[in-house]
């Protein structure tokens, strides 16, 4: 009888602790393991909060991101700003009397037809892809149905807008921003935000957003990842038309940290047009004083004669890159890069090959001691995993950079404080060998240790894995937050 009342009670408080792991997930693990081993009853159940992978990395994750010990005070960023109407891509193609055919991309499109078919081939493949529409009354037509349409949603829009706006979120920083501000736009932006008065113009340019979801279908097309497609008739961002603004504000505003954008934009200018354009973009930049940090976001291209003339022309000017898996794969095949062969990612990037491409950027166009080039970091950012490389020397606090840059795509994307780990995944590969041109290192993942560092002839990679967001409230302008976030937590190292 004693042993069957010893059994019965030791059942009891087994059952009695599996309800305390259920409904009070967030009490310390130690204290919950320190109860359930004293009872001598096997391994501890994993709950669903901080014990698991997600909730461990996260963890490690916060004690990780520490302030830079020499912070941004002023922050100056451009050119480009819209209003972006984010609406439901399959919804709005319907209601155009749309109906899904073949997918195909194009890298200009002329008509509806063009917008149907570009749309599906990037859903089918759940990639991000932005593209500019000829057509200015077919365009007008289409943003009108859009704004209109039930649900349609309007935020600030543009890289530069959007990364103005995630740095003005630290009310310690000043931010200047200068593209084509209309109204709308003017009244969405944070207050934090100073726009020069030569930037405001009296309409709007209007982005619009097609967002679709994970696992949604249109006919044969299924979204593997939730993702966007962009367009718009957008002359003003197109031309760069505030560049010289920008500068010109600069002196008097005197940053420590300038950021760039909108240099896509321009694919829909003619060739004569955009040479002439990117040696002004050169020019401009050429007279930013020394020792100002530049960074460059790049964003969706197809005009691989435009990429390989910003690597040329551009690169050697700017001090830091942003970029994702679609603008490194494009660019390495404009300027006869590693793994140019390769016609687009196979599911997840692999990340050697993407190593593989950083290296080079740095190594071909980056500062070295016999080119004159300022390019000394760059920040990759994909779904599952980021990396930052920078040449060994010239920025500090690079690991917490990246752990900013990748947890705030998780927070941002289920619209939360902080990281919800009920909410979000772990889907980064668990090994991977961090390099293909060379005999590289096989790395395992360990979600206590979120942040891999490597190193290859005085280059310094930094890798973390993305907390994905399962059910993501809104996909735009991840990449540059992350950018953001990544540049907030740097610090640049003085010439």
């Not at 704004?147 to 103005?164: D, K, R, T, W």
């Not at 995630?166 to 009244?187: M, Q, S, W, Y």
């Not at 980064?428 to 240790?449: C, D, R, W, Y």
Request: with cysteine; aromatic share 8%; proline share 6%.
């Amino acid at each position: 009888m004693a042993l069957w009342r010893g059994s019965a009670c030791a059942g009891f408080l087994a059952l009695a602790v599996g309800c305390v792991f259920l409904l009070e997930p967030e009490l310390p693990g130690s204290a919950l393991h320190s109860l359930w081993s004293s009872l001598r009853l096997g391994p501890a159940p994993v709950s669903p909060g901080p014990l698991s992978p997600e909730g461990r990395l996260a963890a490690a994750w916060d004690a990780l991101i520490v302030q830079p010990a020499r912070r941004w005070r002023r922050v100056a960023v451009g050119v480009n700003a819209c209003v972006d109407v984010v609406i439901s891509g399959v919804k709005l193609l319907q209601a155009l009397g749309l109906s899904p055919g073949n997918g195909r991309d194009h890298a200009v499109l002329h008509s509806k037809s063009d917008l149907e078919e570009a749309f599906v081939y990037f859903m089918g493949k759940g990639a991000a892809a932005e593209r500019f529409f000829s057509d200015k009354e077919t365009f007008h037509d289409i943003a009108q149905t859009a704004s209109e349409f039930p649900g349609a949603q309007h935020y600030v829009g543009g890289n530069a807008a959007l990364i103005g706006q995630r740095f003005a979120a630290n009310t310690d920083l000043k931010v200047l921003l200068c593209g084509p501000i209309g109204p709308k736009l003017h009244e969405l932006l944070d207050d934090n935000v100073f726009v020069p008065p030569e930037s405001l113009q009296e309409v709007d340019e209007f982005h619009l957003i097609l967002e679709y979801l994970a696992g949604e279908e249109w006919g044969p097309f299924k979204a593997p990842h939730a993702n966007r497609f962009i367009f718009s008739h957008d002359l003003s961002n197109g031309a760069m038309n505030m560049l010289e603004v920008f500068v010109s504000s600069l002196e008097e505003f005197q940053p420590d940290l300038v950021v760039l954008s909108g240099l896509h934009m321009m694919e829909g200018q003619s060739k004569e047009l955009q040479r002439k354009r990117l040696l002004e973009v050169v020019t401009s930049i050429s007279d930013i004083p020394t020792g100002i940090p530049i960074h460059l976001e790049l964003a969706s291209m197809t005009n691989r004669e435009l990429m390989s003339s910003i690597v040329h022309q551009v690169f050697p000017a700017v001090t830091s890159l942003g970029l994702n898996e679609q603008e490194l794969l494009f660019l390495s095949q404009s300027a006869s890069g590693p793994h140019a062969s390769l016609s687009s990612w196979d599911g997840i990037p692999d990340v050697g090959m993407v190593s593989d491409i950083l290296f080079w950027i740095l190594k071909e166009h980056g500062r070295s001691k016999s080119r004159s080039s300022d390019l000394t970091r760059i920040h990759f950012h994909t779904l599952v995993y980021h990396i930052l490389a920078t040449v060994d020397g010239h920025w500090a606090n690079q690991l917490a950079a990246v752990a900013a840059g990748a947890r705030v795509a998780g927070t941002q994307a289920c619209a939360t404080e902080t990281i919800d780990a009920s909410r979000v995944s772990l889907r980064a590969p668990q090994e991977f060998m961090t390099s293909h041109s060379e005999s590289g290192s096989k790395i395992v993942l360990n979600p206590n240790k979120p942040v891999v560092e490597w190193h290859r002839e005085g280059i310094t990679f930094y890798f973390t894995p993305v907390l994905v967001c399962k059910d993501p409230i809104r996909t735009v302008g991840l990449g540059d937050a992350i950018s953001a976030e990544g540049l907030f937590y740097s610090e640049a190292h003085p010439d």
